[in-house]
């Protein structure tokens, strides 16, 4: 295979910034070269240009800025037509236009058109990798796979389990949730480069009976993912006490019900104790902070310094359709202002490791994707520092790595996002997309 390298500004990571100065490593010269999807090196020109080998083909663009693609730890696919629709707060929301919208995936057409778009705009927005709930429909689950498998990228995705408290026409039972669970593991699981998730949607939607089922199955496949949410909202949490009377916590249940463990991932994580805040570092469950989600259906501040603190494994979501944005740069964006809330300076620099190197950590996927490691796999964003007038302006006056990776995260979206690669290939171009746009609109 013949390579191909791209001569830009690079940002990579060496540990996490939060614990050293020089966690970050950026290259204002730097040049990534890929061969077979994988990559082959990544640093300074000066000191890698002799890995070229004679007939790679490099590509220049040194006013744009390369970063290992943008990891999503929560996310609705099926939420993707209802995103932006008021409510009330969580539980109406789910009632009013959620449930509704969900029973559309029954259809496998509508999956599979609904998936490609999904897919299509995360792309858009940077992001290469996400934790992704499909339906209770064992068909959601397979049109999402078969679309991301079609791009080749690296998905975490699962049919959700819901046995109760929802519309009879989105409900499994224990036993089918189970059945249908481990038949797509078996179709899907290490497929290429696709993972399941066991999705039990929240305590409320689920009988002891199906968590229980759940936690069996889990126990068989140590090395699938789990979602689910956990203290989101008030008024949930106070359902949840009175749907199950005698645990510590809302987050005691899913331990009861061996769900906590490595590659164990909770959406939203606001209203934990400094005892479950421990258990979820003890035992490697993953918190996922979704501030546009949060911020939108009122739900609550996380608290950045109460989790690090307690060393809880952290990751930044959009958790759209609650969450308001596609864009983990605008996830960023409100995620720093949450944080500023709870009296917390989130850096732009510390959020980008969340968003990459940090979430791939955490998800014990750094072997994969999240770096720009030699033999990791080629996934990666092209940043346009001059996507917009206002952004090229602002860009003009950074004097730190810190104030330009910032003007990104306060400034940037989808328009930012100039390619996305994803295993070496090109699987998003802002230019062509807009000019798609504009053929169709004609
Ligand atoms: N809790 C249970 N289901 C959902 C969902 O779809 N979105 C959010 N934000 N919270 C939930
Ligand atoms: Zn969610």
Known sequence: ???????????????????????????????????????????????????????????????????????????HYPQTDMIASPAPGLLPWLNTYTFPTERGFENPAVARETASFFIDELLACGTTTALVYCTVHKQSADAFFTESEARNLRMVAGKVLMDRNCPEFLRDTAQSGYDDSAELIARWHGRGRQHYALTPRFAPTSTEAQLEACGALAQKHQDVFIQSHVAENTDEIKWVESLFPGHRSYLDIYDHYNLLRRRAVYGHCIYLDERDRQRMAETGAVASHCPTSNLFLGSGLFDFEKAGESNMPVALATDVGGGTSFSMLQTMNEAHKVARLT????????????????????????????????????????????????????????????????????????????????????????????????????
């Open 1 to 75: 295979m013949t390579q191909t390298a791209y001569r830009a500004q690079l940002l990579t990571f060496r540990e996490d910034p939060a614990h050293a100065a020089d966690g970050a490593v950026y290259e204002a010269d730097g040049l990534l070269i890929v061969e077979d999807g994988k990559v082959v090196a990544a640093g300074a020109y000066a000191s890698i240009r002799d890995r070229l080998s004679p007939d790679a083909t490099v590509q220049t663009m040194r006013d744009k800025l390369i970063v290992p693609g943008f990891i999503d730890s929560h996310i």
């Open 343 to 442: 009296g917390h300076h989130l850096t732009a620099t510390r959020m980008f490791w969340l968003a990459t190197t940090g979430a791939a950590q955490v998800l014990e996927l750094d072997d994969k994707i999240g770096t720009l490691k030699p033999g990791s796999e080629a996934d990666f964003v092209v940043l346009d520092p001059n996507a917009t007038p206002l952004l090229a302006r602002r860009m003009a006056r950074t004097e730190s790595l810190e104030e330009l990776l910032f003007a990104f995260a306060l400034l940037g979206d989808d328009r930012a996002v100039f390619e996305t690669y994803a295993a070496g290939k090109r699987v998003h171009a802002r230019e062509s997309r807009r000019t798609a746009k504009l053929e169709m609109a004609a």
